[in-house]
């Protein structure tokens, strides 16, 4: 069965930068975009970016295009969003969300779900 | 950027009643539209894709319609587990997504 496994919590300071990564498995790793979003205490659900497993090609949103780096490691089929600069306001749960539905590829939806990382900026 | 407006930001339903509740996109997206169900402490989970196809796992009483810039979900008898915070989503232009700002049903 498809599985999105992220990484734990982390508690960073204001300025600092976090490494967010997420497994993949039950399925071809290659095949299917990778999103990340993300969803601030109490607040509605923020599209961050893209990026392609396969070749490793990213988008993103233009707010974060600054401070976001996202990777992929294909031979343990892991991708990885990495937020600079962190500020108070970046306190929020980070999803990776695989883009597909019923089994289609690129459908532009968000069909499977990591179980999502708290990340808290504080000093 | 294709902003999503959704309203009522709350609806309080009590249950085995008809829940409607609307997705507006500030330009065309076509059909091109899903929703998702978050429950407290959980990720979200699709509902419905292509404005109206049910996905895996949802029953019958979830619905959506709508094309264009209006979009509609109406969940017609609503039952305990059905209560929830819905949000609607475009990808009409690749690759970039957009979400409303949720809809939250609650209990009346």
């Known amino acids: 069965q498809v599985q999105l496994v992220q990484s734990g919590a982390e508690v960073k300071k204001p300025g600092a930068s976090v490494k967010v990564s997420c497994k993949a498995s039950g399925y071809t790793f290659t095949n299917y975009y990778m999103y990340w979003v993300r969803q601030a205490p109490g607040q509605g659900l923020e599209w961050m970016g893209i990026i392609n497993p396969s070749g490793g090609s990213t988008t993103y949103a233009q707010k974060f295009q600054d401070r976001v780096t996202m990777t992929r490691d294909t031979s343990t089929s892991t991708v990885y969003m990495e937020l600079s600069s962190l500020r108070s306001e970046d306190t929020a749960v980070y999803y990776c969300?695989?883009?597909?539905?019923?089994?289609?590829?690129?459908?532009?939806?968000?069909?499977?779900w990591g179980q999502g990382t708290l990340v808290t900026v504080s000093s | 950027e294709i902003v999503m407006t959704q309203s009522p930001a709350t609806l309080s339903v009590s249950p085995g009643e008809r829940a409607t509740l609307s997705c507006r996109a500030s330009?065309?997206?076509?059909?091109?539209l899903a929703w998702y169900q978050q429950k407290p402490g959980q990720a979200p989970r699709l509902l419905i894709y292509g404005a109206s196809a049910r996905a895996t796992g949802f029953p019958a009483r979830f619905s959506g319609s709508g094309s264009g810039t209006e979009f509609t979900l109406t969940i017609s008898s609503l039952q305990s587990e059905d209560f929830a915070v819905y949000y609607c989503?475009?990808?009409?232009?690749?690759?970039?997504?957009?979400f409303g700002q949720g809809t939250k049903v609650e209990i009346k």
């Open positions: 330009q065309t997206v076509g059909s091109n």
């Open positions: 989503q475009q990808y009409n232009s690749w690759p970039w997504r957009t």
């Open positions: 969300a695989r883009d597909g539905v019923s089994g289609v590829p690129a459908a532009g939806t968000f069909d499977y």
